[in-house]
């Protein structure tokens, strides 16, 4: 079986070179790893001296293993991917009318889960969804207009 090029596995996620899934628990990332750094660590290799790609697919996989096991770490990296990839990932799904105007009535707002405020930006009238960003954390949500007569 021919091992991937270098170039191949820079573009590689930390999930792709596992083979595992995003949502892969603990344990299977752990017997991924391991079943993984069995096969192509260069100290294991029995029949001949590994060569230069598998030594450098060893160093992708103990890479990935010790991004993914930190849960910190693992957020940190789902968040630069998610940016990568350009894929949102929608936390909530909203209406304007979910949205409250503040006080002065200058702007429509809705409180995060985090305690920050999603804003809602006054030129959205093209009926189309919109998403909002919170101004504290990472999470998107997207924001349907109804039209109002």
């Known amino acids: 079986m021919s091992q991937p090029s270098s170039a191949t596995e820079n573009k590689l ?15 299977e990332i752990r017997k991924s790893y391991q079943a993984l750094a069995l096969k192509y660590h260069p ?3 029995k029949s001949h001296p590994p060569e230069c790609n ?7 996989i103990d890479r990935a293993w010790k991004t993914l096991r930190d849960d910190r770490l693992r957020r ?3 968040a630069e991917l998610m940016q990568q990839t350009e894929e949102i990932f929608v936390n909530e799904v909203l209406t304007d009318a979910d949205f409250e105007r503040d006080e002065e009535g200058s702007f429509s707002f809705h409180t995060c889960r985090c305690g920050g405020y999603y804003i809602l930006p ?11 960003s919170c101004d504290e954390c990472s ?11």
Do not use: C
């Open 122 to 132: 006054e030129e959205s009238s093209n009926h189309e969804p919109i998403y909002v």
């Open 139 to 149: 999470l998107v949500v997207q924001v349907n207009v109804i039209q109002k007569h």
């Open 43 to 45: 100290d294991k290799r």
């Open 54 to 60: 598998e030594s450098d697919h060893f160093i992708h």
């Open 76 to 78: 940190i990296y789902d």
């Open 13 to 27: 996620s930390h999930y792709d070179v596992l083979q595992i899934a995003h949502d892969a628990t603990l344990e």
